[in-house]
């Protein structure tokens, strides 16, 4: 592998801006960084960040190759480009990039020359770009400032939100290398637990092998699965619908179980996946992987339909919270941020975690993480509080081509309990006035949460439940009797915290109670003139409509007048 990270010359389209970049990054960090343009959290500075949310990008990355690979595949891999770009090497374009959570690959065998080469990136406006097409389909329904951000796939939040700043980035957020290798790779493999009979587990394994060009010899591939550094079998692969893969199953003696934090131990085994081509070794793959059951237990009951997690056979109490990105520049986290947060997590006592549907599909090594400290995760789709197009034949098709790439990439970390459709748009179908739109009977993106993604689920991965929206059940979506409720009448409709104690939902998936963040982020972001509690800086950073006149009724409920 030749990584391409690190220094890149940036441009903007207006000539404005022109210096030395970072891969991973995004434009708006490196520009807070150079002091280029000034920090967006401090003050009222996030103003200038909308300046640049007009502007198209260009990256150019000059590399040298003493040798040329002579493997049968050389492919440039993008981890993740934010949002919208062609690309080129040496002149010739390899292709574009239309969403901000896959990955993409380009065959570049033939482009790639010994000496000199250079890699452009073309990045588009991330509201320009979205406002054309809004112009072109007409406008849909979408809570908070950026009405046409429904029709990019990007993270929503970066549009602003109750919680947060809006701060549309731009950028090439994930690595960038070439990889050679030899006839074909692996990609997606897993394996998972199926059923359990004292201490004997029937464990399938499964994955795919893309690139492989003489399908007339594929039996000459197979697929060689270790446990522990233990060889346990070779597999065949089969070939099905323009994809070849392999799946089976093989029992495993004596199998320690990975329970919730709480219930028991994070035991994970390691599995190597070997590809072999005439019983050569030609690519592999190595994951820690624990071994569980997990279900969705949903039964009558006097109050309703329970919506209760049972894993390996022992029902869980969930308790935990909803994790949103943890910085709007996503490349300012650092890994020992996830490392402080989800410890954090852990000692608090908390076994799951939901990854909200307006964020990102989180990094390798949160989910990690999470595989060893015993945090469930309840994994949304990337689908946040609108009417999605998927009427529109091209985005219902990149819709599902996410939800499947997602499902493969990540179906393999045991914390994910759950696949999740969307945050909240089914509730919005039901209460939420902006979201009436209908195509052919049903409302805008419903083919996508009710049809196609638990589909795809179920083809991809059976080891998990699949859930169509945060919140869903019974006669509403946002039902107290049956499924995941949110509760936002507690500080959203004002009410106070003491509320909580009248509620009875069955599963409670989102609710919150805003306070004041910690004095050093206030000294942060605020001079000691600004820090008055309806100071314009202060104001700027309560992104909740009236956040501070709720604050200040709750301290007076409870504590008395303010003097």
Same mark, same amino acid.
């Given at each position: 592998?030749?990584?391409?990270?690190?220094?890149?010359?940036? *441009?903007? #389209?207006?000539?404005?801006?022109?210096?030395?970049?970072?891969?991973?990054?995004?434009?708006?960090? #490196?520009?807070?960084?150079?002091?280029?343009?000034?920090?967006?959290?401090?003050?009222?500075?996030?103003?200038?960040?909308?300046?640049?949310?007009?502007?198209?990008?260009?990256?150019?990355?000059?590399?040298?190759?003493?040798?040329?690979?002579?493997?049968?595949?050389?492919?440039?891999?993008?981890?993740?480009? #934010?949002?919208?770009?062609?690309?080129?090497?040496?002149?010739?374009?390899?292709?574009?990039?239309?969403?901000?959570?896959?990955?993409?690959?380009?065959?570049?065998?033939?482009?790639?020359?010994?000496?000199?080469?250079?890699?452009?990136?073309?990045?588009?406006?991330?509201?320009?770009?979205?406002?054309?097409?809004?112009?072109?389909?007409?406008?849909?329904?979408?809570?908070?400032?950026?009405?046409?951000?429904?029709?990019?796939?990007?993270?929503?939040?970066?549009?602003?939100?109750? !919680?947060?700043?809006?701060?549309?980035?731009? %950028?090439?957020?994930?690595?960038?290398?070439?990889?050679?290798?030899?006839?074909?790779?692996?990609?997606?493999?897993?394996?998972?637990?199926?059923?359990?009979?004292?201490?004997?587990?029937? @464990?399938?394994? *499964?994955?795919?092998?893309?690139?492989?060009?003489?399908?007339?010899?594929?039996?000459?591939?197979?697929?060689?699965?270790?446990?522990?550094?233990?060889?346990?079998?070779?597999?065949?692969?089969?070939?099905?619908?323009?994809?070849?893969?392999?799946?089976?199953?093989?029992? $495993?003696?004596?199998?320690?179980?990975?329970?919730?934090?709480?219930?028991?131990?994070?035991?994970?085994?390691?599995?190597?996946?070997?590809?072999?081509?005439?019983?050569?070794?030609?690519?592999?793959?190595?994951?820690?992987?624990? $071994? &569980?059951?997990?279900?969705?237990? &949903?039964?009558?009951?006097?109050?309703?339909?329970?919506?209760?997690?049972?894993?390996?056979?022992?029902?869980?109490?969930?308790?935990?919270?909803?994790?949103?990105?943890?910085?709007?520049?996503?490349?300012?986290?650092?890994?020992?941020?996830?490392?402080?947060?989800?410890?954090?997590?852990?000692?608090?006592?908390?076994?799951?975690?939901?990854?909200?549907?307006?964020?990102?599909?989180? =990094?390798?090594?949160?989910?990690?993480?999470?595989?060893?400290?015993?945090?469930?995760?309840?994994? =949304?789709?990337?689908?946040?509080?609108?009417?999605?197009?998927?009427?529109?034949?091209?985005?219902?098709?990149?819709?599902?081509?996410?939800? &499947?790439? @997602?499902?493969?990439?990540?179906?393999?970390?045991?914390?994910?309990?759950?696949?999740? %459709?969307?945050?909240?748009?089914?509730?919005?179908?039901?209460?939420?006035?902006?979201?009436?739109?209908?195509?052919?009977?049903?409302?805008?993106?419903?083919?996508?949460?009710?049809?196609?993604?638990?589909?795809?689920?179920?083809?991809? =991965?059976?080891?998990?439940?699949? !859930?169509? *929206?945060?919140?869903?059940?019974? #006669?509403?979506?946002?039902?107290?009797?049956? %499924?995941?409720?949110? @509760?936002?009448?507690?500080?959203?409709?004002?009410?106070?915290?003491?509320?909580?104690?009248?509620?009875?939902?069955?599963?409670?998936?989102?609710?919150?109670?805003?306070?004041?963040?910690?004095?050093?982020?206030?000294?942060?972001?605020?001079?000691?003139?600004?820090?008055?509690?309806?100071?314009?800086?202060?104001?700027?950073?309560?992104?909740?409509?009236?956040?501070?006149?709720?604050?200040?009724?709750?301290?007076?409920?409870?504590?008395?007048?303010?003097?």
């Amino acid at each position: 592998m030749i990584s391409l990270d690190g220094e890149w010359e940036i *441009s903007d #389209d207006e000539g404005e801006f022109t210096f030395t970049g970072n891969v991973p990054g995004t434009i708006q960090g #490196d520009l807070v960084s150079q002091k280029l343009v000034p920090h967006p959290y401090i003050g009222l500075n996030e103003r200038y960040m909308r300046d640049l949310e007009s502007k198209s990008w260009v990256y150019i990355k000059d590399f040298k190759l003493d040798s040329l690979s002579i493997e049968e595949n050389v492919e440039l891999v993008f981890e993740g480009i #934010d949002t919208l770009s062609d690309i080129y090497l040496n002149s010739r374009c390899l292709g574009n990039t239309d969403n901000m959570f896959l990955e993409y690959r380009f065959d570049i065998k033939d482009i790639l020359k010994k000496g000199k080469n250079i890699l452009k990136v073309n990045i588009k406006s991330p509201v320009k770009e979205p406002r054309a097409l809004e112009r072109k389909y007409g406008k849909i329904g979408s809570t908070h400032e950026e009405s046409a951000r429904p029709y990019i796939r990007k993270a929503q939040y970066s549009y602003g939100w109750d !919680w947060g700043t809006r701060l549309v980035t731009s %950028g090439i957020w994930r690595s960038v290398y070439i990889e050679s290798y030899k006839k074909a790779r692996l990609t997606g493999c897993t394996a998972y637990l199926e059923e359990i009979h004292n201490k004997e587990g029937i @464990i399938r394994v *499964s994955g795919y092998i893309a690139s492989i060009v003489d399908l007339d010899n594929l039996e000459n591939y197979k697929v060689e699965v270790k446990v522990n550094d233990r060889p346990v079998l070779e597999f065949l692969l089969k070939h099905r619908g323009g994809e070849s893969y392999f799946d089976a199953t093989f029992t $495993l003696r004596d199998i320690q179980l990975w329970f919730p934090n709480g219930l028991g131990e994070q035991y994970l085994y390691s599995f190597e996946f070997k590809l072999k081509y005439k019983d050569i070794e030609i690519y592999k793959e190595k994951k820690k992987i624990g $071994l &569980r059951t997990v279900e969705l237990i &949903r039964k009558q009951d006097s109050e309703g339909e329970t919506f209760i997690f049972a894993v390996n056979g022992k029902q869980v109490f969930a308790k935990g919270a909803n994790w949103i990105p943890a910085d709007n520049i996503l490349t300012w986290i650092k890994s020992e941020d996830y490392e402080k947060l989800l410890y954090m997590a852990r000692e608090a006592n908390m076994n799951m975690l939901r990854i909200w549907g307006g964020g990102i599909y989180e =990094d390798e090594q949160f989910y990690n993480l999470c595989d060893k400290l015993g945090i469930m995760v309840w994994q =949304d789709f990337m689908f946040a509080c609108a009417e999605y197009p998927d009427h529109l034949e091209w985005f219902r098709n990149l819709s599902n081509k996410e939800v &499947r790439e @997602i499902v493969r990439k990540l179906r393999y970390h045991t914390s994910i309990v759950l696949w999740c %459709g969307n945050n909240e748009i089914n509730w919005g179908f039901d209460e939420w006035p902006m979201m009436t739109h209908k195509v052919d009977g049903e409302y805008l993106g419903n083919k996508l949460y009710l049809h196609d993604f638990p589909m795809i689920c179920a083809q991809e =991965d059976p080891s998990r439940p699949y !859930w169509p *929206s945060s919140p869903y059940g019974g #006669d509403k979506a946002n039902s107290t009797s049956s %499924g995941d409720y949110h @509760i936002w009448n507690v500080w959203s409709a004002w009410a106070d915290y003491k509320v909580y104690a009248k509620e009875n939902g069955r599963f409670i998936s989102e609710f919150g109670f805003q306070s004041a963040p910690d004095p050093k982020t206030i000294n942060f972001y605020a001079k000691k003139e600004e820090q008055e509690i309806f100071h314009p800086v202060i104001l700027n950073h309560n992104k909740q409509k009236e956040g501070q006149e709720r604050i200040l009724r709750f301290i007076n409920t409870h504590f008395g007048i303010i003097t």
